[in-house]
Every structure is written in structure tokens, then in C-alpha cells.
């Protein structure tokens, strides 16, 4: 059992940039590789970026490509998703999620353990 818990969300103007966390404990974090998600609000849930357990792959939707980086401090325990040039349709939940896999999962369906989520809301 993964448990991980997201933070760093809240409101920032269109252009700023955020920083989210997703603490993990429970059974090795090195063991997974990670994803972010989104959900806008009547939209369905969409991939984000991945990383693979090392922390020395990483795989990004095209949307965010340039925008955004995926990261990780397997000695802490910790995913990290650097968001910068925010725009008001960057506005959704966001979530964490672990796969007890090789590679860098982009499927959901792929995932094993999901955060509870994180607010992100861009003003225009």
C-alpha cells in the first residue's frame, strides 16, 4: 500500500507559476514510477507527465511540453511537478499517482495508488 498526499495548489494569475508536491510513504517510493494528473471541472481526467523509478525518464503530454517539469527526490520521498507560464485553462485538480511498474506509465488505468488531489486555479 502507497500512500501519497499532494500539496502546493491554490490560486495564481495567469503567467505565475506553481509548485506541487506529492508526498509519498508506505512501501518503497523508489519502487514506483509516478504521474501527474489533472481534472477540469466537467472534463475527464487527463495525463499529465510521467517519470520512471530512477528518475532519469520522464514523458510529458504535448499540451505541457515546455511549461511544465516532472521531478523526484526518491530520499524524501517526493514527486514534484514545476508548473510555469500557468494559463487559465491549467485550471483543474490535481493528482498524484504511483505505478508499481518499469517504463513510464501514461495510462490511467496503469496506476495503482492516486493522491486525494490538489487545487489549481489560474486567474486571467
Known amino acids: 500500500q502507497v500512500q501519497l498526499v499532494e500539496s502546493g495548489g491554490g490560486l495564481v494569475q495567469a503567467g505565475g507559476s506553481l509548485r506541487l508536491s506529492c508526498a509519498a510513504s508506505?512501501?518503497?517510493?523508489?519502487?514506483?514510477?509516478m504521474g501527474w494528473f489533472r481534472q477540469a471541472p466537467g472534463k475527464a481526467r487527463e495525463f499529465i507527465a510521467a517519470?520512471?523509478?530512477?528518475?532519469?525518464?520522464?514523458y510529458y503530454a504535448d499540451f505541457v511540453k515546455g511549461r511544465f517539469t516532472i521531478s523526484r527526490d526518491n530520499a524524501k520521498s517526493t514527486l514534484y511537478l514545476q508548473m510555469n507560464t500557468l494559463q487559465p485553462e491549467d485550471t483543474a485538480v490535481y493528482y498524484c499517482?504511483?505505478?508499481?511498474?518499469?517504463?513510464?506509465?501514461?495510462?490511467?488505468?496503469?496506476?495503482?495508488?492516486w493522491g486525494q488531489g490538489t487545487q489549481v486555479t489560474v486567474s486571467s
Open positions: 517519470i520512471n523509478w530512477r528518475g532519469d525518464s520522464t
Open positions: 508506505g512501501r518503497t517510493f523508489s519502487s514506483y514510477a
Open positions: 499517482a504511483a505505478a508499481h511498474m518499469i517504463g513510464i506509465p501514461t495510462s490511467q488505468r496503469t496506476y495503482d495508488y
